[in-house]
């Protein structure tokens, strides 16, 4: 009986020691280029959104509705690159064309594929854009952090397996944040039917202008964190934001590939991991170590 007894009190106690023990934290790896190692972080889970911020010189946010007067064709029309949060979106050159949104003072958003080389690619030959004119503030990257679960350097094919840790953080050379604004970024529950708006610089048109195009969400694939959208876009486009009417000042996802029709693009939705992957970087600046 007394084995019996001590048998029942040390399986209570091991319960008790396995429901105490603390749960290991997620985490990701993520390629720094000043180190050249790869880093660990962890995942908050409780990440919901982070917030952006105007214009030094603009105190309320533009209708994603807002033109210039080019003439609208297929749900594309050119915007002024001048105005909030169209002024956040940049034009991103490094051996290809891509777009990306400033989501800090001194950082940029943008689609890990933009950058072929990986871990490879040297920041300094990056440059990137602001505001869409011939006199555009101009920066160059000075470090860069990338998704090492991103999977196309391991793939023949870019899919949307591929898209699901499609992104990337440029740290710029000069503030363009403080002057254009940046976005904040944010996890919403997208579904099919949903409208959606696409910002970016397409490569079949106006050099250097950025354009916005809209439409509507075709599919979620939960499982990838991808989604389907008939707003039409091309090449240019990948990395750019994708806004919704509710909170334009706010990405939902990333512009990451193209598919023809009915679905015309796809893209990355944020997550807990992508916004984890912002919070540790949105604030980085050249100096920071």
Known sequence: MKKIIIYWICLFVNIILLQARPVAA????????????????????????????????????????????????????QVDGRQYPYSSVVYINYRGNCSGTLIGPYTVLTAAHCFPLGPNTDPAEIRVNAG?????????????????????????????????????????????????GYLGVKAVNLQAGDSIHVVGFPGDKIHNRPWHSWGEITAVLQDSNTFYHTAPTAGGNSGGPVLVNEDPGSIVGLATFIREEPYRGGGTLVCEKLLSFVAAHRNDTPQTN
Request: hydrophobic share 30%.
């Open 132 to 180: 869409g004119e011939e006199t555009a503030q101009k920066a160059k990257g000075v470090r860069l952090f990338l998704s090492v679960h991103y999977g196309m350097y391991k793939k023949e094919h870019y899919d949307n397996e591929t898209a699901t840790y499609d992104w990337a953080v440029i740290v710029l050379n000069k503030p363009l944040g403080k002057k254009n």
């Open 26 to 77: 997620e985490t990701m790896d993520v390629f720094d280029s000043e180190t050249g190692l790869y880093t660990s972080l962890e995942i908050d889970p409780n990440l919901t959104s982070i917030e952006g911020d105007l214009p030094s010189a603009e105190k309320e946010n533009v209708p994603l509705s807002a033109t210039e007067s080019a003439p609208e064709t297929e749900n594309w029309v």
